[in-house]
Protein backbone atom coordinates (compact mmCIF):
# COMPACT_ATOMS: atom_id res chain seq x y z
CA UNK A 1 0.00 0.00 0.00
CA UNK A 2 1.21 3.10 -0.62
CA UNK A 3 1.13 5.73 2.17
CA UNK A 4 1.60 8.49 -0.29
CA UNK A 5 -1.82 8.18 -1.43
CA UNK A 6 -3.10 7.92 1.60
CA UNK A 7 -2.07 11.12 2.63
CA UNK A 8 -1.20 9.88 6.34
CA UNK A 9 2.20 8.56 7.78
CA UNK A 10 2.63 4.80 8.75
CA UNK A 11 2.60 5.18 12.48
CA UNK A 12 -0.98 7.11 12.66
CA UNK A 13 -2.51 4.14 9.98
CA UNK A 14 -1.13 1.53 12.31
CA UNK A 15 -2.89 3.47 15.05
CA UNK A 16 -6.05 4.32 13.06
CA UNK A 17 -6.25 0.92 12.44
CA UNK A 18 -5.61 -0.79 15.36
CA UNK A 19 -8.56 1.43 17.12
CA UNK A 20 -11.14 0.01 14.45
CA UNK A 21 -10.06 -3.68 15.28
CA UNK A 22 -10.57 -2.89 18.69
CA UNK A 23 -13.92 -0.62 18.12
CA UNK A 24 -15.41 -1.27 14.91
CA UNK A 25 -17.20 2.20 15.08
CA UNK A 26 -13.68 3.72 14.92
CA UNK A 27 -12.89 3.26 11.45
CA UNK A 28 -10.01 4.96 9.81
CA UNK A 29 -10.61 8.06 8.43
CA UNK A 30 -7.37 9.16 5.80
CA UNK A 31 -7.40 10.86 2.56
CA UNK A 32 -6.87 9.30 -0.26
CA UNK A 33 -5.87 9.13 -4.02
CA UNK A 34 -8.70 7.48 -6.49
CA UNK A 35 -6.67 9.30 -9.05
CA UNK A 36 -5.71 6.37 -10.58
CA UNK A 37 -8.97 4.98 -11.06
CA UNK A 38 -11.37 5.44 -14.15
CA UNK A 39 -14.59 7.35 -13.03
CA UNK A 40 -16.57 4.29 -12.21
CA UNK A 41 -14.40 2.45 -9.94
CA UNK A 42 -14.05 6.07 -8.06
CA UNK A 43 -17.50 6.70 -7.95
CA UNK A 44 -18.48 3.19 -6.33
CA UNK A 45 -15.36 3.47 -4.04
CA UNK A 46 -16.89 7.23 -2.94
CA UNK A 47 -20.41 5.48 -2.33
CA UNK A 48 -18.55 2.76 -0.32
CA UNK A 49 -17.46 5.16 2.45
CA UNK A 50 -20.84 6.52 2.70
CA UNK A 51 -22.37 2.94 3.94
CA UNK A 52 -22.65 3.32 7.71
CA UNK A 53 -20.65 0.75 9.75
CA UNK A 54 -22.74 -2.48 10.95
CA UNK A 55 -25.06 -1.62 7.75
CA UNK A 56 -24.68 -3.48 3.99
CA UNK A 57 -25.94 -2.97 0.73
CA UNK A 58 -25.94 -5.29 -2.25
CA UNK A 59 -24.25 -4.92 -5.31
CA UNK A 60 -27.66 -4.43 -7.08
CA UNK A 61 -28.69 -1.81 -4.38
CA UNK A 62 -25.34 -0.21 -5.64
CA UNK A 63 -25.69 -0.30 -8.97
CA UNK A 64 -29.28 1.22 -8.93
CA UNK A 65 -28.07 3.95 -6.82
CA UNK A 66 -25.67 5.10 -9.55
CA UNK A 67 -26.41 4.05 -12.42
CA UNK A 68 -24.37 1.25 -12.99
CA UNK A 69 -24.79 -2.53 -13.38
CA UNK A 70 -24.06 -5.14 -9.96
CA UNK A 71 -21.32 -7.20 -11.71
CA UNK A 72 -19.37 -3.28 -12.59
CA UNK A 73 -19.88 -2.69 -8.90
CA UNK A 74 -18.12 -5.91 -8.18
CA UNK A 75 -15.44 -5.05 -10.53
CA UNK A 76 -14.70 -2.05 -8.64
CA UNK A 77 -15.21 -3.23 -5.30
CA UNK A 78 -12.57 -6.34 -6.18
CA UNK A 79 -9.98 -3.19 -7.18
CA UNK A 80 -10.35 -1.22 -3.96
CA UNK A 81 -6.37 0.25 -2.96
CA UNK A 82 -7.79 0.71 0.53
CA UNK A 83 -9.63 -2.26 1.76
CA UNK A 84 -11.26 -1.38 5.39
CA UNK A 85 -10.49 2.45 4.61
CA UNK A 86 -12.78 2.53 2.26
CA UNK A 87 -15.28 -0.48 3.35
CA UNK A 88 -15.88 -2.48 0.64
CA UNK A 89 -16.68 -5.45 2.99
CA UNK A 90 -20.09 -3.70 3.77
CA UNK A 91 -21.24 -4.25 -0.07
CA UNK A 92 -22.52 -8.27 -0.29
CA UNK A 93 -24.57 -10.44 -2.62
CA UNK A 94 -28.15 -10.50 -2.96
CA UNK A 95 -28.07 -13.91 -1.55
CA UNK A 96 -24.61 -14.73 0.78
CA UNK A 97 -21.64 -12.88 1.55
CA UNK A 98 -20.41 -12.01 -2.09
CA UNK A 99 -16.71 -11.48 -2.53
CA UNK A 100 -13.96 -9.81 -1.19
CA UNK A 101 -10.68 -8.19 -2.50
CA UNK A 102 -11.26 -9.76 -5.60
CA UNK A 103 -11.16 -13.23 -4.33
CA UNK A 104 -15.01 -15.16 -3.95
CA UNK A 105 -13.70 -18.17 -1.87
CA UNK A 106 -11.18 -18.80 0.52
CA UNK A 107 -9.67 -17.06 3.15
CA UNK A 108 -10.37 -13.47 1.79
CA UNK A 109 -14.05 -14.20 2.09
CA UNK A 110 -13.63 -15.15 5.34
CA UNK A 111 -12.20 -12.13 6.66
CA UNK A 112 -14.76 -10.31 5.22
CA UNK A 113 -17.24 -12.15 7.01
CA UNK A 114 -15.11 -11.71 10.59
CA UNK A 115 -15.55 -7.85 8.97
CA UNK A 116 -18.74 -7.92 8.89
CA UNK A 117 -19.42 -9.78 12.22
CA UNK A 118 -16.93 -7.23 14.03
CA UNK A 119 -19.29 -4.91 12.93
CA UNK A 120 -22.25 -6.53 13.89
CA UNK A 121 -23.42 -7.65 10.89
CA UNK A 122 -24.70 -11.29 10.66
CA UNK A 123 -24.47 -12.18 6.68
CA UNK A 124 -24.53 -15.87 5.19
Not at 48 to 77: D, H, M
Request: net charge positive; hydrophobic share 45%; aromatic share 6%.
Amino acid sequence: MNVAKLGGDVAALEQALANYFLDATQLPVFPVSLSDLSMHQAKVLMHLSTIPCGQVQTYGQVASLLGSSARAVGRACATNPFPILIPCHRVVAKSGVGGFIGQSVGHSVDIKRWLLAHEGVICG
